[in-house]
């Protein structure tokens, strides 16, 4: 069964977190990271993701588009 997950834009998320709530790997998320796609912020040891950088992230990906009319 699948979950709705809402994303804060004011909240702080951890990869391990993010991981779980987007259903995509922790390598995925460090590849966004790294390529500069996904803003992110390190504290300690932690890596952090605000909400908005998150739900930016996701309207930006146009790996899959869409098009219409075609079959």
Do not use: C, F
């Amino acid at each position: 069964m699948n979950q709705t997950h809402i994303i804060e834009p004011l909240r702080l998320y951890r990869g391990d977190e993010l991981s779980l709530m987007l259903d995509v790997s922790r390598d995925t998320l460090t590849q966004a990271r790294r390529s500069g796609l996904l803003r992110s912020t390190r504290k300690g040891r932690s890596v952090l993701y605000l909400g908005s950088w998150v739900l930016a992230w996701l309207e930006s990906d146009t790996s899959t588009p869409v098009q219409e009319g075609r079959e």
